[in-house]
């Protein structure tokens, strides 16, 4: 008995069938999937990152945007829908059903079990071949541990690692500095 065939579909299916939808997938180059509920911890860091940033963009052109907001990849012929997106600038956003933009500058995704091989490594595969991005932020929901992703040039990325309690984030493309304590504020971690 052979594996079970994979069915792909196009960009334009996958945008149909997903506005119809009433839970959230991603597409890969072909290939829906679906996407896992969170833990309250990686809803407690989502929720940080949305305060201590969004207060902080207040006024400056850039804006923090949730989990609903789906990213086009034309490049890699994909759609993701990352934990926190900050776009500056004007959105540029794929159709007029404006739900899915282009021009992401930082993406935040956080890690769980379920998720982490696939937002450590695929992921950022499909991110790096977005022009406008310039940071890709992932953030650990069972430790505090962060990797900072950040664009040298077209396809040179540097990556720092960040463990210790009393870091201090830099987030380079908004000019902001977000401490452990603010990002895993009341996170109860395993």
């Known amino acids: 008995m052979g594996a079970p065939a994979i069915k792909y579909v ?78 500056c600038g004007k959105p540029e956003m794929e159709d007029d059903k404006f739900d899915t933009a282009k021009n992401p500058a930082v993406i935040f995704e956080v890690l769980s079990d379920s998720t982490k091989e696939h937002d450590s490594g695929d992921k950022f595969f499909y991110y790096q071949r977005i022009p406008s991005l310039q940071e890709y932020i992932v953030i650990d929901s069972l430790r505090k541990y962060v990797a900072i992703y950040t664009r040298q040039s077209t396809d040179l990325w540097k990556i720092q690692n960040f463990e210790d309690s009393n870091t201090i984030l830099p987030i380079k493309t908004i000019d902001y500095k977000l401490s452990f304590d603010d990002l895993y504020f009341e996170v109860e971690l395993k």
């Open 10 to 87: 196009s960009a334009e299916e996958y945008l149909v069938m997903e506005r119809e939808s009433t839970t959230k997938h991603m597409y890969l180059d072909g290939r829906i999937i679906a996407m896992a509920g969170a833990s309250l911890a990686h809803n407690y860091i989502v929720a940080n990152l949305l305060r201590e940033i969004g207060g902080f963009l207040k006024g400056k052109g850039c804006r923090i945007n949730p989990s609903d907001l789906r990213i086009s990849i034309p490049s890699a012929n994909s759609y993701t829908y990352p934990d926190a997106t900050i776009i």
